[in-house]
């Protein structure tokens, strides 16, 4: 978890809503990550970020978006959360050579 | 579609045992086949990596066999420990690209 920290840890939310968790990481990394783990799904790519202000899509990015005006700074929107975004959510930083650092994880609870 | 298919669910396995992970890819360019180690409450860790120009790497009591023919690689873990009591994810990518991952296998080593 060193060079990379994930906030809130948990958060409990309604229906609706919008949400924003934060990665900040200190390594100076040029990719990004986000991923959700569900159980029987594993970790699943929500966006990435390979610079400032570039990112892309992955295999799950319906309902959210994502914002990286800084290096150091990852941002995951959930526009109007739903209950089927309740999960653990995993922010990762790459150093180019396809290994990924990953921070301890944001959990959270859509009522 | 799962990118990376990964077995068993769970493990259990004695003290001193092997245990023996399983994955099976379809994607081709995928270049790059690493195996993370999650401790409950922490992000994962990568363990260990290989690359389809060998067959077989060895860290260690952790060992990846590739079979590039059948597409299909696996992780041995030799004298297993009750601390490498996790859960393990596969996971196939190439340079520059998304990166996918399997579903997980929960480890239990009794002591």
């Known amino acids: 978890d060193a060079g990379i920290t994930q906030s809130p840890r948990h958060k409990v939310t309604e229906t609706g809503t919008p949400v924003t968790l934060r990665c900040h990481q200190t390594e100076n990394h040029r990719y990004m990550y986000w991923y959700r783990q569900d159980p029987g799904h594993g970790l699943r790519l929500i966006h990435y970020s390979y610079g400032v202000k570039d990112t892309d899509k992955g295999e799950v990015s319906d309902g959210y978006s994502v914002s990286r005006s800084k290096t150091e700074d990852f941002l995951l929107t959930l526009e109007s959360a739903t209950s089927s975004q309740t999960s653990v959510y995993f922010c990762a930083m790459g150093t180019g050579d396809e290994k990924l650092f990953f921070g301890s994880g944001t959990q959270l609870s859509v009522l | 579609q799962q990118q990376v298919k990964q077995s068993p669910q769970s493990l259990i396995v004695q003290k001193g045992g092997i245990s023996i992970i399983n994955c099976a890819y379809e994607?081709?360019?995928?270049?790059?086949f690493p195996w993370y180690q999650q401790f409950p409450g922490k992000g994962p860790a990568l363990l260990i990596a290989?690359?389809?120009?060998?067959s077989e790497k060895k860290e260690g009591r952790f060992t990846i066999s590739f079979n590039k023919s059948a597409k299909q690689f696996s992780l041995h873990i030799m004298d297993s420990q009750p601390g490498d009591s996790a859960t393990y994810f596969c996971q196939g990518g190439n340079t520059g690209n998304q990166f996918y991952f399997g579903t997980g296998t929960s480890l239990t080593v009794i002591p």
């Open positions: 994607n081709t360019a995928f270049d790059y």
């Open positions: 290989i690359r389809p120009d060998v």
